[in-house]
């Protein structure tokens, strides 16, 4: 689909090393170029230090691309950025403008090329010293995960979902740039935030209208029996996402659930108990044996153990 395309990718950690991983599964060919001594934090320092699954994370983003290293300090480091440049149609930047400067990647330095770029960086009205978490508390989208938590410690959630969709929301500037780079034949750039990414996409789902409403409990997290996770006897979880009126009658009657068609919106203990009772009787295995080759909206969820 892509292929082609050339893209250089001068980021690093996650959002951008994303964007290159999805322009990349596309079919552009997308080099990596890292300094030689300090590489990605996610393969090499302080992150892989202390939680090796960031490597994991680094492998998995950037298995198809090709990675090449270079002394960020050598004194022709610039014409080896601008020989990787050449037949190149887009860059992805995350730099310090110092770094910028030395490697010739400034505005100055590439405004004469067709060339499209994005720039990524935190937000444009707050702080940028941010990370994930702090994305999405900013953006107010953390106060739905502690909404109904009063413990002193609550963990946060696994996905960097601010992150995930900053990747993909750069990978898509990009390509609407190197589109516009490609019709004008000139240099086309744009600075893309995390902060701002993320109240961008993810405000339609719990709109101010809904935030005014104070509104904490909706289908996706929790609100109604027909859409939940229930433990099975042998202590692993049932996914169930029975919304729609026939697999709920389907389900009901596959399990013999007490609970009507009409009630599986209902918000009460009573109505998610007549669902728990049921799957706290079944193993895994039960469960999935008694629903095979039914269209039922329900999965299991095993543990890790």
Same mark, same amino acid.
Request: aromatic share 8%; charged share 25%; proline share 4%.
């Given at each position: 689909?892509?292929?082609?395309?050339?893209?250089?990718?001068?980021?690093?950690?996650?959002?951008?090393?994303?964007?290159?991983?999805?322009?990349?599964?596309?079919?552009?060919?997308?080099?990596?170029?890292?300094?030689?001594?300090?590489?990605?934090?996610?393969?090499?320092?302080?992150?892989?230090?202390?939680?090796?699954?960031?490597?994991?994370?680094?492998?998995?983003?950037?298995?198809?691309?090709?990675?090449?290293?270079?002394?960020?300090?050598?004194?022709?480091?610039?014409?080896?950025?601008?020989?990787?440049?050449?037949?190149?149609?887009?860059?992805?930047?995350?730099?310090?403008?110092?770094?910028?400067?030395?490697?010739?990647?400034?505005?100055?330095?590439?405004? /004469?090329?067709?060339?499209?770029?994005?720039?990524?960086?935190?937000?444009?009205?707050?702080?940028?010293?941010? /990370?994930?978490?702090?994305?999405?508390?900013?953006?107010?989208?953390?106060?739905?995960?502690?909404?109904?938590?009063?413990?002193?410690?609550?963990?946060?959630?696994?996905?960097?979902?601010?992150?995930?969709?900053?990747?993909?929301?750069?990978? @898509?500037?990009?390509?609407?740039?190197?589109?516009?780079?490609?019709?004008?034949?000139?240099?086309?750039?744009?600075?893309?935030?995390?902060?701002? @990414?993320?109240?961008?996409?993810? /405000?339609?789902?719990?709109?101010?209208?809904?935030?005014?409403?104070?509104?904490?409990?909706?289908? /996706?997290?929790?609100?109604?029996?027909?859409?939940?996770?229930?433990?099975?006897?042998?202590?692993?979880?049932?996914?169930?996402?029975?919304?729609?009126?026939?697999?709920?009658?389907?389900?009901?009657?596959?399990?013999?659930?007490?609970?009507?068609?009409?009630?599986?919106?209902?918000?009460?203990?009573?109505?998610?108990?007549?669902?728990?009772?049921?799957?706290?009787?079944?193993?895994?295995?039960?469960?999935?044996?008694?629903?095979?080759?039914?269209?039922?909206?329900?999965?299991?969820?095993?543990?890790?153990?």
């Amino acid at each position: 689909m892509l292929e082609g395309i050339k893209i250089l990718d001068f980021t690093h950690r996650l959002p951008g090393p994303l964007a290159g991983k999805i322009l990349c599964d596309m079919g552009a060919e997308v080099i990596k170029v890292e300094d030689i001594k300090h590489k990605d934090p996610f393969l090499s320092g302080m992150f892989s230090e202390f939680d090796q699954s960031f490597e994991n994370w680094y492998e998995e983003l950037n298995k198809n691309k090709q990675v090449i290293r270079l002394d960020f300090k050598s004194p022709t480091i610039k014409q080896e950025v601008k020989k990787l440049l050449e037949n190149c149609q887009g860059l992805l930047l995350s730099l310090s403008p110092k770094l910028k400067a030395s490697l010739g990647l400034t505005d100055e330095h590439l405004n /004469h090329l067709p060339l499209a770029v994005v720039e990524l960086e935190a937000s444009s009205t707050h702080n940028k010293a941010m /990370h994930d978490l702090n994305a999405l508390a900013i953006s107010g989208f953390l106060s739905l995960h502690v909404a109904h938590e009063d413990a002193p410690i609550i963990a946060p959630p696994f996905m960097p979902v601010a992150g995930i969709a900053f990747g993909q929301q750069v990978a @898509t500037q990009l390509l609407a740039n190197i589109i516009q780079s490609t019709r004008t034949k000139g240099f086309v750039k744009s600075v893309s935030y995390l902060h701002d @990414t993320a109240e961008a996409i993810l /405000h339609p789902f719990w709109s101010t209208t809904l935030r005014n409403q104070k509104k904490t409990k909706f289908l /996706h997290n929790g609100a109604y029996p027909c859409y939940s996770l229930y433990r099975t006897l042998d202590a692993q979880y049932v996914a169930v996402a029975a919304v729609e009126d026939k697999f709920w009658t389907d389900l009901k009657e596959t399990f013999a659930i007490d609970l009507p068609l009409e009630r599986r919106f209902e918000t009460s203990d009573n109505a998610f108990n007549a669902v728990a009772s049921v799957f706290a009787k079944l193993t895994a295995d039960e469960i999935e044996m008694r629903a095979k080759n039914k269209e039922l909206c329900l999965s299991i969820v095993r543990k890790i153990s």
